[in-house]
Protein backbone atom coordinates (compact mmCIF):
# COMPACT_ATOMS: atom_id res chain seq x y z
CA UNK A 1 0.00 0.00 0.00
CA UNK A 2 1.88 3.18 -1.63
CA UNK A 3 -0.13 5.62 1.71
CA UNK A 4 1.40 3.08 4.15
CA UNK A 5 4.44 3.43 3.11
CA UNK A 6 5.22 6.52 0.95
CA UNK A 7 2.63 9.09 2.72
CA UNK A 8 4.31 8.80 6.31
CA UNK A 9 7.74 9.08 4.87
CA UNK A 10 9.15 5.86 5.97
CA UNK A 11 9.97 2.88 4.53
CA UNK A 12 8.25 -0.32 3.99
CA UNK A 13 9.02 -2.87 7.33
CA UNK A 14 10.96 -5.72 6.83
CA UNK A 15 8.16 -8.03 6.97
CA UNK A 16 6.45 -6.18 4.44
CA UNK A 17 8.91 -6.22 2.28
CA UNK A 18 9.47 -10.12 2.23
CA UNK A 19 5.37 -10.62 1.97
CA UNK A 20 5.52 -8.53 -1.33
CA UNK A 21 8.78 -10.12 -2.61
CA UNK A 22 6.95 -13.79 -1.74
CA UNK A 23 3.77 -13.10 -3.71
CA UNK A 24 6.06 -11.98 -6.96
CA UNK A 25 7.86 -14.79 -6.66
CA UNK A 26 5.37 -17.37 -6.63
CA UNK A 27 3.52 -15.35 -9.23
CA UNK A 28 6.48 -15.08 -11.59
CA UNK A 29 9.00 -17.81 -11.68
CA UNK A 30 10.94 -16.49 -8.39
CA UNK A 31 11.01 -12.49 -9.45
CA UNK A 32 12.21 -10.91 -6.30
CA UNK A 33 12.90 -6.98 -7.30
CA UNK A 34 11.13 -3.77 -5.79
CA UNK A 35 10.50 -2.67 -9.23
CA UNK A 36 7.55 -4.43 -9.75
CA UNK A 37 5.94 -3.93 -6.19
CA UNK A 38 2.99 -2.31 -8.12
CA UNK A 39 2.36 -5.16 -10.62
CA UNK A 40 0.08 -7.16 -9.75
CA UNK A 41 1.00 -11.37 -11.53
CA UNK A 42 -1.80 -14.17 -11.70
CA UNK A 43 -4.30 -16.29 -13.52
CA UNK A 44 -7.71 -13.92 -13.40
CA UNK A 45 -10.63 -13.52 -15.30
CA UNK A 46 -11.09 -11.52 -18.04
CA UNK A 47 -12.00 -7.77 -16.42
CA UNK A 48 -11.07 -4.13 -17.43
CA UNK A 49 -7.50 -3.72 -16.92
CA UNK A 50 -6.33 -7.93 -16.83
CA UNK A 51 -4.01 -8.14 -19.39
CA UNK A 52 -3.37 -11.62 -20.53
CA UNK A 53 0.14 -12.99 -21.55
CA UNK A 54 0.46 -14.20 -25.63
CA UNK A 55 3.85 -16.28 -25.83
CA UNK A 56 5.65 -15.69 -28.77
CA UNK A 57 7.10 -19.18 -29.68
CA UNK A 58 7.27 -18.58 -33.50
CA UNK A 59 9.77 -15.67 -32.75
CA UNK A 60 12.24 -18.12 -31.37
CA UNK A 61 13.45 -18.55 -35.39
CA UNK A 62 13.69 -14.76 -35.33
CA UNK A 63 16.18 -14.78 -32.73
CA UNK A 64 13.57 -13.44 -29.94
CA UNK A 65 14.16 -15.27 -26.19
CA UNK A 66 14.64 -14.38 -22.96
CA UNK A 67 18.07 -15.11 -21.24
CA UNK A 68 18.29 -18.98 -20.81
CA UNK A 69 16.73 -18.99 -24.78
CA UNK A 70 12.65 -19.70 -23.58
CA UNK A 71 10.50 -17.67 -25.66
CA UNK A 72 9.36 -13.98 -24.97
CA UNK A 73 5.80 -12.87 -24.75
CA UNK A 74 3.77 -9.57 -23.74
CA UNK A 75 0.65 -9.20 -22.11
CA UNK A 76 -2.46 -7.63 -23.65
CA UNK A 77 -6.20 -6.25 -23.20
CA UNK A 78 -7.91 -4.49 -25.99
CA UNK A 79 -9.59 -1.38 -25.57
CA UNK A 80 -12.45 -1.05 -23.45
CA UNK A 81 -13.34 2.22 -24.93
CA UNK A 82 -14.84 1.69 -28.47
CA UNK A 83 -13.18 5.38 -28.90
CA UNK A 84 -9.93 4.34 -28.04
CA UNK A 85 -9.90 1.30 -30.52
CA UNK A 86 -7.16 3.02 -32.25
CA UNK A 87 -5.16 4.25 -29.28
CA UNK A 88 -2.43 2.10 -27.57
CA UNK A 89 -0.38 2.44 -24.26
CA UNK A 90 3.02 -0.08 -24.12
CA UNK A 91 4.74 -0.54 -21.45
CA UNK A 92 8.48 -1.79 -20.25
CA UNK A 93 8.57 -3.54 -17.36
CA UNK A 94 11.79 -3.13 -15.19
CA UNK A 95 13.41 -5.39 -12.68
CA UNK A 96 17.11 -4.05 -12.18
CA UNK A 97 20.07 -5.57 -14.41
CA UNK A 98 22.33 -8.08 -14.20
CA UNK A 99 25.83 -6.85 -14.37
CA UNK A 100 28.48 -9.43 -15.29
CA UNK A 101 28.40 -12.90 -16.61
CA UNK A 102 27.72 -15.18 -12.81
CA UNK A 103 25.30 -12.46 -12.27
CA UNK A 104 23.47 -12.82 -15.68
CA UNK A 105 23.44 -16.67 -15.07
CA UNK A 106 21.86 -16.37 -11.95
CA UNK A 107 19.12 -14.06 -13.09
CA UNK A 108 18.07 -16.48 -15.41
CA UNK A 109 17.00 -19.24 -12.86
CA UNK A 110 14.09 -16.88 -12.37
CA UNK A 111 11.42 -15.02 -13.92
CA UNK A 112 13.35 -11.80 -14.62
CA UNK A 113 15.50 -14.21 -17.54
CA UNK A 114 13.09 -17.30 -18.58
CA UNK A 115 9.43 -17.07 -19.33
CA UNK A 116 9.02 -20.36 -18.03
CA UNK A 117 7.06 -19.44 -15.26
CA UNK A 118 5.05 -16.57 -16.07
CA UNK A 119 1.82 -16.13 -14.76
CA UNK A 120 -1.55 -16.10 -17.49
CA UNK A 121 -2.07 -12.40 -16.57
CA UNK A 122 -0.81 -8.47 -15.21
CA UNK A 123 -2.26 -5.70 -14.10
CA UNK A 124 -0.66 -2.30 -13.30
CA UNK A 125 -2.32 0.83 -11.48
CA UNK A 126 -1.06 4.45 -11.95
CA UNK A 127 -0.49 5.51 -15.21
CA UNK A 128 -1.66 1.95 -16.70
CA UNK A 129 -4.58 1.67 -14.67
CA UNK A 130 -8.14 0.85 -16.08
CA UNK A 131 -10.30 2.84 -13.63
CA UNK A 132 -11.10 6.31 -16.23
CA UNK A 133 -11.62 8.36 -12.37
CA UNK A 134 -7.99 8.21 -11.70
CA UNK A 135 -6.97 7.47 -15.26
CA UNK A 136 -9.22 9.59 -17.19
CA UNK A 137 -6.88 9.75 -20.34
CA UNK A 138 -5.32 6.42 -20.95
CA UNK A 139 -8.19 3.85 -19.29
CA UNK A 140 -10.16 3.22 -22.22
CA UNK A 141 -6.89 2.28 -24.45
CA UNK A 142 -5.32 -0.86 -25.72
CA UNK A 143 -2.71 -1.56 -23.27
CA UNK A 144 0.41 -3.86 -23.47
CA UNK A 145 2.87 -5.41 -21.04
CA UNK A 146 6.13 -6.10 -22.09
CA UNK A 147 8.00 -8.26 -19.60
CA UNK A 148 11.79 -7.89 -18.59
CA UNK A 149 14.11 -10.92 -19.51
CA UNK A 150 16.91 -9.67 -21.47
CA UNK A 151 19.06 -8.10 -18.98
CA UNK A 152 20.00 -4.79 -20.01
CA UNK A 153 16.58 -2.74 -20.56
CA UNK A 154 15.49 -4.23 -24.04
CA UNK A 155 18.90 -3.24 -25.48
CA UNK A 156 20.64 -6.75 -25.63
CA UNK A 157 22.05 -7.15 -29.34
CA UNK A 158 24.36 -10.58 -28.82
CA UNK A 159 24.03 -12.97 -31.61
CA UNK A 160 26.06 -15.57 -30.04
CA UNK A 161 25.21 -16.69 -26.76
CA UNK A 162 27.98 -16.64 -23.54
CA UNK A 163 28.18 -19.85 -21.64
CA UNK A 164 28.40 -19.77 -18.24
CA UNK A 165 28.84 -22.75 -16.00
CA UNK A 166 27.57 -24.71 -19.15
CA UNK A 167 24.52 -22.53 -19.42
CA UNK A 168 24.01 -20.37 -22.57
CA UNK A 169 22.73 -17.07 -21.58
CA UNK A 170 21.17 -15.19 -24.71
CA UNK A 171 21.42 -11.38 -24.96
CA UNK A 172 18.20 -10.38 -27.00
CA UNK A 173 16.35 -7.19 -26.06
CA UNK A 174 16.20 -5.79 -28.84
CA UNK A 175 14.72 -8.43 -30.86
CA UNK A 176 12.20 -9.16 -28.45
CA UNK A 177 11.32 -5.36 -28.86
CA UNK A 178 10.77 -6.44 -32.36
CA UNK A 179 8.77 -9.53 -32.35
CA UNK A 180 6.45 -8.00 -30.15
CA UNK A 181 5.58 -5.13 -32.45
CA UNK A 182 5.24 -7.91 -35.04
CA UNK A 183 2.48 -9.75 -33.04
CA UNK A 184 1.02 -5.81 -31.84
CA UNK A 185 0.51 -5.39 -35.20
CA UNK A 186 -1.48 -8.52 -36.19
CA UNK A 187 -3.90 -6.92 -32.92
CA UNK A 188 -4.70 -3.86 -34.26
CA UNK A 189 -1.62 -1.49 -33.88
CA UNK A 190 -1.14 -1.68 -37.55
CA UNK A 191 -4.40 1.14 -37.54
CA UNK A 192 -2.92 2.83 -34.58
CA UNK A 193 -3.70 6.57 -33.91
CA UNK A 194 -2.55 7.40 -30.46
CA UNK A 195 0.45 6.00 -29.27
CA UNK A 196 1.94 6.46 -25.46
CA UNK A 197 4.84 4.83 -24.67
CA UNK A 198 5.89 4.40 -20.57
CA UNK A 199 7.56 1.79 -18.54
CA UNK A 200 9.27 1.84 -15.10
CA UNK A 201 12.82 1.85 -13.36
CA UNK A 202 14.86 -0.30 -15.82
CA UNK A 203 11.90 -0.66 -18.27
CA UNK A 204 12.00 3.44 -17.80
CA UNK A 205 15.41 3.45 -18.65
CA UNK A 206 14.14 1.18 -21.86
CA UNK A 207 11.81 4.05 -22.03
CA UNK A 208 14.79 6.37 -22.98
CA UNK A 209 16.85 4.34 -24.87
CA UNK A 210 13.84 2.88 -27.35
CA UNK A 211 11.64 5.83 -27.08
CA UNK A 212 12.94 6.76 -31.10
CA UNK A 213 13.29 3.51 -32.18
CA UNK A 214 10.10 2.84 -31.47
CA UNK A 215 8.93 5.45 -33.52
CA UNK A 216 10.19 3.23 -36.42
CA UNK A 217 7.90 0.64 -35.67
CA UNK A 218 5.03 2.38 -35.65
CA UNK A 219 2.44 2.95 -38.49
CA UNK A 220 1.93 5.71 -40.61
CA UNK A 221 -1.62 5.95 -39.12
CA UNK A 222 -0.07 7.35 -35.86
CA UNK A 223 -1.44 10.81 -35.51
CA UNK A 224 0.59 11.49 -31.85
CA UNK A 225 3.08 9.32 -30.31
CA UNK A 226 4.35 10.33 -26.88
CA UNK A 227 7.10 8.65 -24.49
CA UNK A 228 6.61 9.11 -20.39
CA UNK A 229 9.42 6.93 -18.62
CA UNK A 230 8.96 6.08 -14.70
CA UNK A 231 11.54 6.14 -12.21
CA UNK A 232 14.23 5.39 -15.08
CA UNK A 233 16.39 8.33 -15.28
CA UNK A 234 19.28 6.76 -13.11
CA UNK A 235 22.42 9.18 -12.71
CA UNK A 236 25.91 8.43 -14.44
CA UNK A 237 26.97 8.97 -11.08
CA UNK A 238 29.76 8.11 -8.58
CA UNK A 239 28.99 6.44 -4.69
CA UNK A 240 29.28 8.75 -1.72
CA UNK A 241 32.81 7.97 -1.59
CA UNK A 242 33.69 8.62 -5.17
CA UNK A 243 33.61 5.41 -6.34
CA UNK A 244 32.49 4.89 -10.09
CA UNK A 245 30.09 1.41 -8.69
CA UNK A 246 27.06 1.77 -10.28
CA UNK A 247 28.89 3.61 -14.38
CA UNK A 248 31.37 0.14 -13.35
CA UNK A 249 27.71 -1.81 -13.70
CA UNK A 250 26.01 -0.57 -16.26
CA UNK A 251 29.91 -0.16 -18.39
CA UNK A 252 30.19 -3.89 -17.89
CA UNK A 253 26.58 -5.06 -19.29
CA UNK A 254 26.49 -2.98 -21.90
CA UNK A 255 29.43 -4.76 -23.52
CA UNK A 256 28.49 -8.45 -22.09
CA UNK A 257 24.70 -7.54 -24.03
CA UNK A 258 26.83 -6.28 -27.16
CA UNK A 259 24.16 -3.28 -26.83
CA UNK A 260 25.65 -0.81 -29.00
CA UNK A 261 23.00 -1.35 -31.58
CA UNK A 262 20.33 -1.63 -28.93
CA UNK A 263 20.08 2.06 -27.72
CA UNK A 264 19.76 5.13 -28.95
CA UNK A 265 21.20 5.19 -32.25
CA UNK A 266 21.96 9.27 -32.64
CA UNK A 267 23.73 8.58 -29.13
CA UNK A 268 25.88 6.11 -30.07
CA UNK A 269 26.94 7.71 -33.46
CA UNK A 270 28.06 11.27 -31.20
CA UNK A 271 30.25 9.26 -28.97
CA UNK A 272 33.89 7.72 -29.87
CA UNK A 273 33.96 3.86 -29.66
CA UNK A 274 35.57 4.11 -26.13
CA UNK A 275 32.57 6.31 -24.79
CA UNK A 276 29.35 4.59 -26.30
CA UNK A 277 28.48 2.74 -23.50
CA UNK A 278 27.63 5.84 -21.67
CA UNK A 279 24.51 5.48 -24.03
CA UNK A 280 23.72 2.86 -21.88
CA UNK A 281 21.92 5.75 -19.62
CA UNK A 282 18.94 7.71 -19.64
CA UNK A 283 21.00 11.46 -19.61
CA UNK A 284 22.74 10.59 -22.72
CA UNK A 285 20.12 8.97 -24.81
CA UNK A 286 17.88 11.40 -23.36
CA UNK A 287 19.68 14.57 -25.07
CA UNK A 288 19.33 13.04 -28.05
CA UNK A 289 15.49 11.99 -28.36
CA UNK A 290 13.59 13.62 -30.72
CA UNK A 291 10.28 12.29 -29.96
CA UNK A 292 7.61 14.51 -27.39
CA UNK A 293 8.94 12.84 -24.18
CA UNK A 294 7.80 13.46 -20.56
CA UNK A 295 10.29 11.83 -17.68
CA UNK A 296 8.58 10.83 -13.96
CA UNK A 297 11.16 10.94 -11.60
CA UNK A 298 12.39 11.61 -8.46
CA UNK A 299 15.36 13.67 -7.90
CA UNK A 300 15.94 11.26 -4.74
CA UNK A 301 14.29 8.18 -6.09
CA UNK A 302 15.02 5.50 -3.31
CA UNK A 303 16.41 2.75 -5.64
CA UNK A 304 19.42 5.18 -6.62
CA UNK A 305 19.99 6.42 -3.28
CA UNK A 306 20.85 3.00 -2.05
CA UNK A 307 22.18 1.01 -5.08
CA UNK A 308 24.13 3.58 -7.03
CA UNK A 309 25.02 6.45 -4.30
CA UNK A 310 25.77 4.17 -1.36
CA UNK A 311 26.46 1.11 -3.36
CA UNK A 312 29.74 -0.85 -3.47
CA UNK A 313 30.98 -3.47 -5.78
CA UNK A 314 30.66 -7.23 -5.65
CA UNK A 315 33.75 -9.35 -4.51
CA UNK A 316 35.93 -9.60 -7.56
CA UNK A 317 33.81 -8.17 -10.54
CA UNK A 318 33.35 -8.27 -13.20
CA UNK A 319 34.56 -11.82 -12.22
CA UNK A 320 32.34 -12.94 -9.39
CA UNK A 321 32.25 -16.24 -8.04
CA UNK A 322 28.71 -15.52 -6.97
CA UNK A 323 25.69 -14.51 -8.47
CA UNK A 324 25.51 -11.19 -6.19
CA UNK A 325 23.29 -8.53 -7.90
CA UNK A 326 25.31 -5.14 -6.42
CA UNK A 327 25.22 -4.46 -2.64
CA UNK A 328 23.14 -1.82 -2.04
CA UNK A 329 23.43 0.56 0.57
CA UNK A 330 26.61 -0.97 1.74
CA UNK A 331 28.51 2.60 1.91
CA UNK A 332 30.07 2.68 5.73
CA UNK A 333 27.51 4.60 7.47
CA UNK A 334 25.11 4.86 5.23
CA UNK A 335 22.27 2.18 5.02
CA UNK A 336 20.03 4.07 7.29
CA UNK A 337 19.83 7.29 5.31
CA UNK A 338 19.96 5.56 2.01
CA UNK A 339 17.14 3.92 2.68
CA UNK A 340 14.96 6.83 4.86
CA UNK A 341 16.20 10.82 4.28
CA UNK A 342 14.17 10.94 7.71
CA UNK A 343 17.14 8.76 9.24
CA UNK A 344 19.97 11.07 8.03
CA UNK A 345 21.85 12.98 10.38
CA UNK A 346 22.06 16.77 9.73
CA UNK A 347 25.41 16.24 7.69
CA UNK A 348 24.43 13.29 6.01
CA UNK A 349 21.34 15.88 4.15
CA UNK A 350 23.22 17.96 2.06
CA UNK A 351 24.61 15.07 0.53
CA UNK A 352 21.49 13.90 -0.54
CA UNK A 353 20.63 17.06 -1.48
CA UNK A 354 23.59 17.52 -3.82
CA UNK A 355 22.28 13.96 -5.42
CA UNK A 356 19.04 15.65 -5.71
CA UNK A 357 20.90 18.99 -7.63
CA UNK A 358 23.16 16.69 -9.45
CA UNK A 359 19.83 14.99 -11.01
CA UNK A 360 18.24 17.91 -12.39
CA UNK A 361 22.17 19.32 -13.46
CA UNK A 362 22.40 16.47 -15.54
CA UNK A 363 18.77 16.74 -17.16
CA UNK A 364 18.95 19.86 -18.31
CA UNK A 365 22.34 20.82 -19.03
CA UNK A 366 23.67 17.36 -21.13
CA UNK A 367 21.21 18.49 -24.13
CA UNK A 368 18.22 20.82 -25.44
CA UNK A 369 15.26 17.99 -24.82
CA UNK A 370 14.39 19.58 -21.18
CA UNK A 371 13.57 23.02 -22.80
CA UNK A 372 11.89 21.41 -26.04
CA UNK A 373 8.70 22.57 -27.17
CA UNK A 374 6.45 19.88 -26.78
CA UNK A 375 8.28 18.77 -23.99
CA UNK A 376 7.88 18.68 -20.09
CA UNK A 377 8.97 16.95 -16.64
CA UNK A 378 7.63 16.22 -13.33
CA UNK A 379 10.52 15.70 -11.04
CA UNK A 380 9.53 15.62 -7.51
CA UNK A 381 11.49 14.79 -4.35
CA UNK A 382 9.28 12.35 -2.74
CA UNK A 383 11.93 9.28 -2.01
CA UNK A 384 10.01 6.55 -3.70
CA UNK A 385 10.54 4.57 -6.95
CA UNK A 386 7.71 3.30 -9.79
CA UNK A 387 5.40 5.95 -7.68
CA UNK A 388 3.40 6.77 -10.80
CA UNK A 389 1.68 3.59 -11.60
CA UNK A 390 0.46 3.67 -7.95
CA UNK A 391 -1.51 5.62 -6.00
CA UNK A 392 0.81 8.23 -5.55
CA UNK A 393 -0.37 8.69 -9.49
CA UNK A 394 -3.15 10.88 -7.88
CA UNK A 395 -1.63 12.51 -4.83
CA UNK A 396 1.93 13.45 -5.03
CA UNK A 397 2.04 17.14 -6.30
CA UNK A 398 4.65 20.14 -7.43
CA UNK A 399 3.08 23.41 -8.36
CA UNK A 400 -0.66 21.96 -7.43
CA UNK A 401 -0.76 19.24 -9.82
CA UNK A 402 -0.84 15.72 -9.34
CA UNK A 403 1.79 13.65 -11.47
CA UNK A 404 -1.88 12.51 -13.18
CA UNK A 405 -2.61 16.37 -13.93
CA UNK A 406 0.66 17.09 -14.94
CA UNK A 407 0.81 14.35 -17.46
CA UNK A 408 -2.70 15.33 -18.66
CA UNK A 409 -1.89 18.46 -19.33
CA UNK A 410 1.18 17.53 -21.50
CA UNK A 411 -0.57 14.68 -23.32
CA UNK A 412 -3.69 16.79 -24.58
CA UNK A 413 -1.36 20.40 -25.08
CA UNK A 414 -0.57 21.44 -28.55
CA UNK A 415 2.91 19.87 -29.99
CA UNK A 416 4.02 22.99 -29.78
CA UNK A 417 3.46 23.52 -26.26
CA UNK A 418 6.40 25.61 -24.39
CA UNK A 419 8.13 22.68 -22.46
CA UNK A 420 8.51 25.38 -19.25
CA UNK A 421 4.90 25.28 -18.26
CA UNK A 422 4.95 21.40 -18.57
CA UNK A 423 7.97 21.29 -16.21
CA UNK A 424 7.71 20.55 -12.62
CA UNK A 425 10.23 20.67 -10.14
CA UNK A 426 11.45 19.37 -6.82
CA UNK A 427 12.43 20.72 -3.04
CA UNK A 428 15.56 20.17 -1.64
CA UNK A 429 15.50 18.57 2.50
CA UNK A 430 15.25 20.60 4.89
CA UNK A 431 18.29 19.82 7.73
CA UNK A 432 16.34 19.99 10.50
CA UNK A 433 13.62 17.22 11.21
CA UNK A 434 11.18 16.13 9.39
CA UNK A 435 13.41 16.40 6.63
CA UNK A 436 11.21 16.01 3.40
CA UNK A 437 10.04 19.06 1.61
CA UNK A 438 7.20 18.11 -0.09
CA UNK A 439 4.00 17.53 2.17
CA UNK A 440 2.09 15.16 -0.23
CA UNK A 441 5.25 12.38 -0.27
Known sequence: ????????????????????????????????????????????????????????????????????????????????????????????????????????????????????????????????????????????????????????????????????NGTKLWFRGKRNIDATFRALNKLGLSSAENVLLTGCSAGGLATYLHTDYVATLLPPSVKKYKSAPISGFFLLHNNVEGKPVYPTQMKSIFELANSTNGVNADCIASKPSADQWMCNFAEHSYAHTKAPIFPLNSALDSWQTGCIYTSELPPNFPNQTGTENGVCSAAPGWKDCSGNPEACTAAQIPVMNQYEEDFQTKMASLGPTLQKAGNGAFIHSCHTHCEAQSSAWNKFMVNGKTIQEAVSAW?????????????????????????????TC
Request: one cysteine or more; hydrophobic letters at 35%.
Open 411 to 439: WNGPPDAPATGNTYKPCLYKTTSPHKCNP
Open 1 to 164: NLEAHHMSGSHRTAMAVIMAFASLASAMGSIDHPDLEFISFGDRKSAPGVMTLQMMPDELANGAMCLDGTPTGFYFSAATDPAHKDDWQIYFQGGGWCYDEMDCFGRSKGGLGSSKSWAPTSTIGGIMGADPTTNPDFAGFNRVHMPYCDGNSFSGDRTDPVIV
